[in-house]
């Protein structure tokens, strides 16, 4: 049987999701977990996609195929009892046997917290970015209309990003006080390699005057790297959840 | 000239505030940035008092003497560069030299955060104690006003407390729903050692129906540690807030 399960976990202690050698990451925790409880039957899992070192996940998204017989509400019980303290599962649910957590996602919100207090909140520490300089809101809120809808995003993903295809289609962004919070948030149908951390890099400079509102079209056009605002770094950034038809 | 400061500090890596040999300790990693900042120079603090292993600070206060000439509003500036993360100035003050930063509270401000969530939230592991168990918020806010008042309190702190007189006065316990999680606030002139994560450990009794609201009094007056309930988790423990006159 097929399982979909939601999971979170705090980012802070993990060289990010996927498998490296000698490396702590979530995968490799998840795995591992599962195999003790499959009593040493070596599981795999299939996520959404990767999350990068220090980035965290609210609603991580990840298939496996399992012969145990759980009913779907005991699983998080079972298997947070063998997952680290740093990781834990949300919601398990049985789906058909051709359900695939990465290729049938229909859209993936993202969000960025950026703290604005003066002097940092030693709890959010790890947990957002701690950026206590002025942000004219209007400015960006103007930059978000042009940065949603379909575009190629060259300009706001990392250098060395591997994929041809960088058309990409942002179905909103929110940017929502929360006391001395601001949070972003990116809804879209999928983000290339450090693509929200360079948005978020990008509306930061627009924020302070650095960038023109109205130049990201020719930002966008412009297909290069060099054009947009740096990379923030991975400990504000949340995968806040991943959409599926039904 | 001496200082008044106000301090926070995430108590997850720290074997408590009071130093110890060996051991990473609050006070030890204060005194050794404020040694550097003198350039070698020996300089020890005072605290309003100590907090355990894995207890939260948002506003411990502790006084030094230096012949530094910086600034007020430049010391959290100049002191968190040489501070870990984990700990950060959040403000200093010149004041009078007979000032005594444990001598002169008037009053301490303790919460203790109960996480009511179904499933753990990881990013709130060593911020709350996480207690998924339905509570009667009515019984324990009636336990509440048996607890406030001055009282003899040997029955809610540690059996090997050394402090002979155990007589404090509670000036206020507030009990705050906060999505899913519940705040208990406690005010009063003073705290014995255990005492705030006894009274939680015993409310939460309360809560579930196993202690009666109405026997606090006999509890108190039998002056006796088996009475009371068990002492919760520190982690989910904060020194919030120390009183001084003016």
Chains 1, 2 share one sequence.
């Not at 990781?87 to 789906?95: P, R, S, T």
């Not at 999928?190 to 130049?215: A, C, E, H, K």
Request: charged share 25%.
């Amino acid at each position: 049987m097929r399982i979909k399960c939601i999971v979170s976990y705090d980012g802070t202690q993990f060289h990010g999701y996927q498998i490296q050698p000698m490396k702590r990451t979530v995968q490799q925790e998840i795995e591992s977990a599962l195999t003790k409880l499959h009593k040493g039957q070596n599981v795999k899992i299939y996520a959404s996609g990767r999350t990068d070192a220090g980035v965290h996940a609210v609603g991580q998204v990840f298939h496996f195929d399992t012969k145990m017989n759980i009913p779907e509400e005991k699983w998080p019980y079972a298997l947070n009892r063998y997952l680290p303290e740093d990781i834990v599962l949300q919601e398990a649910k049985y789906v058909p046997s051709d359900f695939h957590a990465r290729y049938d996602t229909t859209a993936k919100e993202y969000r960025y917290i950026i703290s604005q207090r003066e002097i940092i909140d030693v709890f959010k520490r790890n947990y957002s970015y701690h950026f206590p300089f002025r942000l004219d809101l209007t400015a960006i809120r103007r930059a978000c209309t042009h940065l949603c809808g379909t575009h190629d995003f060259t300009s706001f993903c990392a250098a060395k990003t591997e994929v041809e295809d960088k058309v990409r289609t942002i179905y909103s962004i929110q940017v929502i006080e929360e006391g001395t919070d601001i949070i972003f948030s990116f809804k879209g149908n999928g983000f290339l390699y450090n693509m929200v951390r360079i948005l978020v890099g990008t509306l930061l400079n627009v924020g302070q005057g650095l960038t023109d509102p109205d130049s990201i079209p020719s930002i966008i056009e412009g297909r290069d790297r060099s054009l947009s605002g740096k990379t923030v770094p991975g400990h504000g950034l949340y995968l806040w959840k991943v959409y599926y038809d039904n």
